[in-house]
């Protein structure tokens, strides 16, 4: 444990009311406290346009802003002291004022299938009813199996698990970090190959935000980061902030360290599955976000600004 002299204080976390939210608020705040002696955290919750909106595909409601505007809101005004969001939902530039300050490990960066066991994406029958918010995920389903019906769902993961057993669907796609975390792992039915199956930039990783300019504060956050996930991140990243990606366009992106060397792999999809553009680069750890910058402008000259422009028109 450190004794911290600035330690000796209350910080105010913020974080959205979800089950998996609240997880990963939990989770940071109880490796703060282990590691900073003297330290006290509360949790303060916010709803987000996003938690209010539930009756239309992500794809039709706005930006990857919709699950963090409102609690960067009050970071800005320093009603809280830090956040704790999954970095997958942030939109590729932070606001004026904020940073992300700390990435803790990355937990499972794949996508999951959950469905009856046994259950795999590619054998599912034809007309079976596959739940998913994300066009990326409809896109390569379809691309995998052309004959699955796709159902647009919304909620929290429980809720989304839920709609098989209440038969909306007969299947769901998932990302595997929130599962894992809210011990729902034995759901799963397949983990699907990232080879196969992009993941999305980010997935996995927990982005903690504070205000640049509050040292106090990104000292005691700085004992969470992990050197690999910062690397990743940062070519994931940058490779979300070159084609500008949203929930309205179908691309994925999946960075590996490997010893100094970064690899970084991305698409970009149709949403009906066809075309699909892909690229690969790999480089020195140290120009990770270089890199992803790189593979998003191969991506954009290989064709794949073409869908991006059409989708952009929507």
Known sequence: MTVNKQANRVLRLGTRASALALWQANYVRDALLARHEGLAIELVEITTEGDRILDRPLNQVGGKGLFVNAIEDQLLAGSIDFAVHSMKDLPGREPEGLAIVCTPPRADARDVLVGPPGSRLASLPAGARLGTS?????????????????????????????????????????????????????????????????????????????????????????????????????????????????????????????????????????????????????????????????????????????????????
């Open 134 to 314: 994300s066009l990326r995920r409809a896109a390569l389903a379809r691309r995998i199996n052309p004959g699955l019906e796709i159902v647009s769902i919304r909620g929290n993961v429980p809720t989304r698990v839920a709609k098989i057993a209440d038969g909306t669907v007969d299947a769901v796609l998932l990302a595997a970090a929130g599962l894992d975390r809210l011990g729902l792992a034995e759901a799963i039915a397949e983990r699907l190959d990232p080879e196969q199956f992009c993941p999305a930039a980010c997935q996995g990783i927990l982005a903690i935000e504070a205000r640049r300019d509050d040292a106090e504060v990104i000292e005691l956050l700085a004992v969470l980061e992990q050197r690999e996930t910062a690397i990743v991140a940062a070519a994931e990243r940058a490779f979300l902030q070159r084609l500008e990606g949203g929930c309205q366009v179908p691309m994925a992106c999946h960075a590996q360290l490997v010893g100094d060397a970064v690899r970084v792999r991305g698409l970009v999809v149709d949403p009906s599955g066809d075309p699909l553009f892909e690229a690969r680069v790999s480089g020195a750890a140290s120009d990770a976000a270089k890199l992803g910058r790189e593979l998003a402008e191969t991506l954009l000259a290989r064709g794949a600004a073409a869908i991006l422009e059409r989708l952009a028109k929507r």
